[in-house]
C-alpha cells in the first residue's frame, strides 16, 4: 500500500520528526514539504539529521501545494490548520499536530487561545478508552499536547476505575525541543544550561483544559486539575508527576491492577515493574511511554508518574500512530518500542 504524504511546517521540529518516521515507514512516500519563512530552502540547511531529504526544496505552504496527497500532517503554529483543512476537503486524511481541534469545549477554547473555536477532530490518543473507534477511517485527527500525552497515560486508569478523587495535581518537566525552533529569550542557552524553571503557573498553561477534558471523558464527571509546567536542560522528554487523593482503603495492589488492565494490550504504554520508576532517557526517540504508580500511604494520595519523547509519543509519534489506525494500518508501522542510550 504506498500513502502520500504532504508537510506543512516541515522546518520545524514537529516537522522534522514526522519525516524522519515517515522515512522508516514501509508504506509512506514523502511528497510536497512546505515552510513559513523558509520556504525555498533546502531541507539539509534546515534539517541536516534527514539525509534521504536533504536536497528537497520547501514549498510555500498553500493549499494548492499540499492537495493531492492521501494524508496532509500539520506541523504549524496554532490557528492556522482550520482554513487549510476546510480547503482539503473530505478526501484527504489531515493530521494536525496543533492544538485547534483537540477541544471540546468552545468556551474553554476562547480562554486559553483568545480566538474563535475551530470545532473538535477526533483526538489520537489511541489508549484512552473509545478514542481508536473514532480514529478508525477519520479523515481528521487531532493530535494531543506533549503534556495532555503524558499526562493523560499517567493517570486515566485510577480516574476511569474510579479509584482517586476527582482531583489531581500534574508538575511535568518539559525538554525545550516542547517550544518549537523559532527563538525565543527564555530558550537561549544562557538561560536554559544549568537552571530548571516553572513557566506557566496557577491554572493559566493551555494544556490544563486539555487534560481535564480526558479525564473528566473516563471518570464521568468533571475533574480539577492543578497543571504545573517546568522546563528542564534537555532537548527532548517529559517526566510529569501527576497526584491525587486515594478513595478510602485502596491499595497500592489495586492501582496496580487498574494500570494493568489498561496497558496490557497497549504496544506503546508500558507500566513499569514495581519500585522502577519512569526516566526521560528510557523513552528518546521511541515512541513509548513508560508509566510507575504506587500509593503514598501516610499523604493518602495516588502518586503516579510518566515518561515520553515530547517530540515522538507526545507529536509526531502519536500522529503516525493515530494515522495507521486511521488508515486500516497497523498501528506500531514506523514506530520504535527501542529508545537510545544511554
Ligand atoms: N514541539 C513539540 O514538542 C510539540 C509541538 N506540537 C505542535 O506542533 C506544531 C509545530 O510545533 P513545532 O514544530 O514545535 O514548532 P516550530 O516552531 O519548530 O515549527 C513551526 C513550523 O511552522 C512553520 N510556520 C510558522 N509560521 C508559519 C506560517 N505563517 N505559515 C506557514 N508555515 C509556518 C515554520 O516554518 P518556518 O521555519 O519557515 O518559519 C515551521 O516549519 C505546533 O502547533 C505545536 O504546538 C504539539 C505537540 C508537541
Ligand atoms: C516546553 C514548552 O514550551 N512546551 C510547550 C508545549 C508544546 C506542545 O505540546 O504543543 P502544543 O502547543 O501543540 O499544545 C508549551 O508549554 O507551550
Not at 519500585?275 to 526521560?280: F, I, L, R
Request: some cysteine; proline content about 6%.
Amino acid at each position: 500500500m504506498g500513502v502520500t504524504a504532504a508537510l506543512a511546517g516541515a522546518s520545524g521540529y514537529a516537522g522534522g520528526e514526522i519525516l524522519r518516521l515517515l522515512l522508516a515507514h514501509p508504506h509512506f512516500e514523502v511528497g510536497t514539504l512546505t515552510a513559513g519563512s523558509n520556504a525555498g530552502q533546502r531541507l539539509g540547511a534546515l534539517q541536516p539529521h534527514l539525509v534521504p531529504l536533504a536536497d528537497r526544496v520547501l514549498s510555500e505552504t498553500t493549499v494548492d501545494a499540499l492537495a493531492g496527497h492521501d494524508v496532509v500532517f500539520l506541523a504549524l503554529p496554532h490557528g492556522q490548520s482550520a482554513e487549510i483543512a476546510r480547503q482539503l476537503g473530505d478526501d484527504v486524511l489531515v493530521v494536525d499536530c496543533g492544538a485547534d481541534f483537540r477541544l471540546h469545549d468552545a468556551a474553554d477554547w476562547e480562554h486559553f487561545y483568545g480566538s474563535e473555536h475551530a470545532g473538535t477532530w477526533p483526538y489520537g490518543l489511541p489508549e484512552l478508552p473509545g478514542a481508536r473507534d473514532l480514529l478508525r477511517g477519520t479523515k481528521r485527527i487531532a493530535v494531543p499536547g506533549c503534556y495532555p500525552t503524558v499526562s493523560l497515560l499517567s493517570c486515566f486508569p485510577a480516574f476511569a476505575e474510579g479509584l482517586v478523587e476527582p482531583d489531581v495535581v500534574i508538575v511535568a518537566a518539559s525538554g525545550t525541543s516542547g517550544a518549537g525552533k523559532s527563538p525565543k529569550t527564555h530558550l537561549l542557552g544562557s538561560e536554559v544550561m544549568g537552571s530548571a524553571s516553572a513557566y506557566g503557573v496557577g491554572g493559566v498553561h493551555r494544556h490544563t483544559p486539555e487534560i481535564g477534558q480526558g479525564l473528566a471523558a473516563v471518570a464521568g464527571g468533571p475533574v480539577t486539575v492543578s497543571f504545573t509546567p517546568t522546563l528542564v536542560p534537555m532537548s527532548r522528554g517529559i517526566l510529569a508527576t501527576c497526584t491525587a487523593k486515594i478513595k478510602p482503603g485502596v491499595s497500592t495492589a489495586q492501582v496496580r491492577e487498574a494500570y494493568e488492565k489498561a496497558y496490557a494490550a497497549e504496544p506503546f504504554v508500558h507500566l513499569l515493574p514495581e519500585g522502577q520508576w519512569p526516566a526521560t532517557a528510557m523513552v528518546y526517540g521511541a515512541n513509548t511511554a513508560l508509566i510507575q504508580v504506587t500509593v503514598d500511604e501516610r499523604a493518602g494520595r495516588l502518586v503516579a508518574v510518566g515518561a515520553i519523547d515530547n517530540l515522538a509519543k507526545g507529536t509526531a509519534g502519536g500522529a503516525v500512530q493515530s494515522t495507521n489506525i486511521a488508515l486500516g494500518l497497523a498501528e506500531d508501522l514506523g514506530l520504535s518500542k527501542t529508545g537510545v542510550a544511554p
